[in-house]
């Protein structure tokens, strides 16, 4: 079946620097989604990407979209303590409206 | 957020019991969603409610039974479970069933099975 690949697993981070997570697909997507889970709570819709290409921003997140739309990334700079938590891509296919999730890439701020 | 509620919010049970989720969403939505989430794995798809209609069961063993009595609430019927069955159960709801629609997640039951 259809997979969505995340990595890392886990991203040990100074506070300040900066993090990225990558999420890939072997099949072209139709869209791409992101979520936040942060300790203990549930996930919480971030972004949607849908065309080739496409870089959206949120202050110091940046999503990103493959021109092949088969891969995506987000980007945090300069990392704070509030941006702790498992970050969860999200794909579909062929107009599909299930979301196959990556296994998230969990946050970490060293202290 | 309280756009989607669950209760309880943690149970523990025996592997003889039989328990409910129960998940109600105050957003309007005409879609819900059983996800089971377990530790280092990806959330796992389990039921899809659309008007009340399932139209998604992947493959869940049948001592997961769902029930939709209306399109606000879902309830999750457990009976003769395994300890493998500990996860947290996520309830989700979304506008429809459209390939962008987002979707909007409860806080989770965290169920532990002795």
């Known amino acids: 079946g259809q997979q969505v690949m995340q990595i890392p697993q886990y991203q040990h981070v100074q506070e300040g620097e900066d993090f990225t997570t990558y999420c890939n697909s072997s099949?072209?997507?139709?869209?791409i989604q992101w979520y936040k889970q942060r300790p203990g709570g549930h996930p919480v819709f971030l972004i949607q990407?849908?065309?080739s290409g496409e870089v959206k921003k949120q202050k110091r997140l940046t999503f990103q979209f493959g021109e092949a739309k088969k891969n995506s990334s987000l980007h945090i700079t300069a990392t704070q303590t509030t941006d702790v938590g498992t970050y969860f891509c999200?794909?579909?296919?062929?107009?599909?409206?299930?979301?196959?999730w990556g296994a998230g890439t969990k946050l970490i701020i060293k202290p | 957020e309280t756009g989607v509620t669950q209760t309880p919010r943690h149970l523990v049970m025996g592997m003889t019991n039989k328990k409910s989720l129960k998940c109600e969403q105050h957003?309007?939505?005409?879609?819900m969603y059983w996800y089971k989430q377990s530790a280092k794995k990806p959330l796992e798809l389990m039921f899809v409610?659309?008007?009340?209609?399932?139209?998604e069961n992947n493959s869940v063993p049948s001592r997961f039974s769902p029930e939709c009595p209306n399109s606000s609430h879902l309830f999750l019927h457990l009976h003769t479970l395994q300890p493998e069955d500990s996860a947290l159960y996520l309830c989700?709801?979304?506008?429809?069933?459209?390939?962008?629609?987002?979707?909007?997640f409860g806080p989770g039951t965290r169920l532990t099975v002795l």
């Open positions: 989700a709801s979304s506008q429809d069933l459209r390939s962008t629609d987002t979707q909007y």
């Open positions: 957003l309007g939505h005409n879609a």
């Open positions: 409610y659309n008007f009340k209609e399932q139209t």
């Open positions: 099949t072209t997507l139709s869209n």
């Open positions: 990407l849908v065309k």
């Open positions: 999200a794909g579909r296919w062929d107009s599909n409206y299930q979301l196959i």
